[in-house]
């Protein structure tokens, strides 16, 4: 039995990915914001933290990159995506509807629903989704945004259902654990995740790419956050197709690690949507192994 914190209360999609991830018998813990779901985990009182990492429509949670970057490692073992669409819940006595909280993903994703429905209402950042449904309950604003889910623990009334901007939107999850970890096995439709802290000189940041590039590999996802130091100065969260497991991935990876200041791995694990990585003729991992063999049989003098 593992304890699993998440970005909570109960009823956040983050509860949802979370049960996804874990078995029968596992404890959810949940926590009031994702630095206290990743500190769980760096202090023990958990085995495993989920936070959400990317939507479709409003891109990286900033407070998952950050944490992710700073204080002790964490390494992504799992990933789960769900689909992201809302109910608006409101009590019952409730009269006219002047404030709607949700978390701020949530209202960017509602944004043109709410101002079609609700144009008189003011929208208020909550902790989560589901702590705006447990705001809503306590009188402090009228509406919430939640998961759909959230009407099954929050006694309120459903205004509307399927709310969003963007149709299909995702939002996918991380399940992480402190290492020492053991990585989960290649599958060929892998994802790997890391932060990367280049030297700020000209062309850093395409070096980077390049030596991606060059050995083949698809990249998933680029974002940059300052590293809160120096203004102008950024990490890169670099996710591509690929298990560190593999020698082209491994190959690269050691390259990123010569070019960078720092580099923190942040995982390599099976894709949730299980799309299989392309590879480029002359980047597949034979070729890498085979070009490996043959440089160690030319030091040994065996080979010309
Ligand atoms: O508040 C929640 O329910 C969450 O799990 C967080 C979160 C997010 O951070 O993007 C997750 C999915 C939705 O996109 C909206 C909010």
Redesign the pocket.
Known sequence: MSRIAY?GPV?????Q?ARTLTTAGDELLAAET?PQALDAVRTGRADAACV?VE?S??GA?PA?LDGLAEHDPLIGVAEAL?P?HFSVLTREDVGEIRTVA??P??LA?VRHWLEANLPGARAVAAG????AAVAVQAGEFDAAV??PVAVEHYPLKVLATEVADVRD?R?R?LLLRKPPVALPEPTGADRTSLVAAAANRTGTLADLLTELATRGINLTRLDARPNKQNFGEYRFFIDFEGHVAEPRIADALAALRRRCRDVRFLGSFARADGVPATVEPDARNEDFTDAAGWVAAVQRGEQA
Do not use: K, R
């Open positions: 970005f009823g956040t999609f983050t509860e990915a994702i959400p939507n429509v409003e949670v998952t769900l992201v949700s978390h993903h949530a994703q989560s989704t589901a702590a939640t998961a939107a939002t999850f």
